[in-house]
């Protein structure tokens, strides 16, 4: 191409980028940025820094949509990069848009005829902020709701801050940004949106096999903090981390814009990302499965299947049967385990070879007592149906619209299980206590407790009538808040306490668990231990 026609090119391109009216798919040079028009029905034209690799303008339908003060971009941006451009041709015509640093390689892809960004992130070290996220930053008067949970993350028009910058109070309720999150095993959607031309910006994450955490994993999705509403993409960060990071690439995700309601994941086909030559994607023929029958899962609970090594993880629901086939994973050897919803009840090792199914069936190990005294909760991993768990994960332990905390005391038999507190906050609600009647005295038996998380070092310790058991080690330290954030899951950690003959009577008997702790912290940023189920057996 002539020098004459680039200059007619670049001039029609950023005129079309200016006025945002349906243009010819294609990209030009503009100043300091690459502009890439999808030639998509609904118009998306965006602006990529060639310098940062930010994007600072996103026309969607000729509606500017990205905030001007920040830009759209990998953690809080990259401050500098290598950005290049190119067009590929395949099973339909792209661009790609490149931007390296020593570090870390981001991929921006636009289809032909498709109102999306499609996005993979390849890292070889964690950044040094300490998070790998996307972030779009974008217009709160353009796109100022929050799909799927509402007002939870809204911290527009804030009166006062809760804890550390980032749990607020808005109308006498609170809000952070943690209350969007989803389990990684749920995510499906989530957006922003708004607009008298109603318009829905989403991102879609078909798979989070290079991130750490689990199935059971959540971070933040979205929040309109008043001068921005944000959208995010959570790949690696220290939100009640529980597994070191993973390198490698992250994504394909996607930054979807529609006017036709909420997209979904269902028929999503991201195999053409095998002809884009991006570092580190593993195409579907060379990867494997696993497939077999998970068995052993308590009554009225879920399967869910596990599996992960240092370079991914994978997961997938059992069916009513306990069958179950894997997505298609990355070949190596993995652990494989078993949950009953989010309970640990079994681990093996499985080997997945390229091209080929591997079956490998995977049984509970935990066996439930023959004779118990109580059982209060079920062994399910999380705090279901104890005081305040219905609340917890959209809004902090100090709203008002929280049932009060206690100290508790729950009888054995008449209680409703929303009178036994969800977590024991050291300088709260400590302790709780439990009443019940034996018709004679048992001799020796024993305690479990079940717990999903501890901070700062809290956990439980039993006192049974007058015989107090013996104080636990503390468990490994998760360096991060949890359940005033929304999160209830850590490590799991379960405590056994044998409880000698002679200690339980005939007639009425009082067990009081407490959080022990040798650090402090003054109301729910004091140590505290979240519950999940409380077992006297023989």
Known sequence: MGLKSSLQ????SAAVYASGALAAFGYATSGNNYVIDAGSANPLIFSV???????????????ELQYSSQGTHIGSGLGSATVSVSQMNGRSRYIKVTCVTPTLTHYMVVREGDSTIFMATYITQQPAIGELRFIARLLPDKLPNEYPYGVVSNTNGA?????????????????SKFYSSSRFIDEQTHCVYGGSDLMHVCVLTPQQESSSGGPFFRDINTNNAGASTNLYNYMNSGHVQTEPYRMGLHGPYLMQFSRSGIPTQKGIDLSWFSELGITGYVPDSARGTVSGTASGIAAGQ????????????????ADANGRFTSPRMKPGTYTMVLYQTEFKIATTTVTVNAGG???????????????TIFKIGEY????SGFRNADKILRMHPSDSRMSPWGPLTYTVGSSPLSDFPMALFQSVNNPVTIRFNLPNAPGAATLRIATTLSFAGSRPQAKVNNWTGPAPSAPPKIDSRGVTRGAYRGNGEVYTVSIPAGVLV?????ITISSISGSSGATFLGPNVILDCVELFQ
Not at 49 to 63: E, L
Not at 358 to 371: L, R
Request: positive net charge.
């Open 49 to 63: 820094s060639r310098s940062n690799c930010d994007i600072n303008s996103i026309k969607y339908r000729g509606t």
């Open 506 to 510: 005939a007639g009425s008997n009082t």
């Open 9 to 12: 090119l670049a001039f029609f």
């Open 159 to 175: 009166s006062s801050t809760v804890e550390g910058s980032d749990v607020f109070v808005v109308n006498g309720q609170t809000r």
């Open 302 to 317: 879920e399967g869910v299947v596990h599996w992960y090594n240092n370079a991914a993880q994978y997961w997938r629901r």
């Open 357 to 371: 199914n591997t079956n490998m069936n995977i049984a509970s190990t935990f066996s439930p007592p023959q004779n």
């Open 380 to 383: 399910d991993g999380q705090p």
